[in-house]
């Protein structure tokens, strides 16, 4: 996905609002979910795309699954 600089500064500014307001409720975000973002103001996935993903590490966080391998043996896929 190729973005102008127009639309970067705009994703840089939303994403920096969105750190700021984590930040007065006293939140902090781990270095792969600000990895993450930087991805989007980047241009490198969309908003949907970053949706998903966001989404998807909520899902296995409250799963209380850690990485790939205990994520397999969780849906019964031990390949």
Same mark, same amino acid.
């Given at each position: 996905?190729? *973005?102008? /600089? ?12 969105? *750190? ?5 409720? /006293?939140?902090?975000l ?8 930087? @991805? ?14 966001? *989404? ?7 799963? /209380? *699954?850690?990485?790939e391998d205990?994520?397999? @043996?969780?849906? /019964?896929?031990?390949?």
């Amino acid at each position: 996905m190729e *973005i102008d /600089g127009v639309e970067r500064e705009r994703r840089r500014k939303a994403v920096e609002a969105e *750190i700021a307001c984590l930040a007065l409720d /006293g939140g902090r975000l781990a270095a792969d979910c600000l990895a993450q973002l930087q @991805r989007y103001v980047d241009g490198q996935v969309s908003l949907e795309e970053l949706r998903a993903e966001l *989404i998807e590490r909520l899902r296995l966080e409250v799963e /209380g *699954i850690a990485d790939e391998d205990e994520m397999r @043996r969780a849906w /019964g896929d031990l390949e």
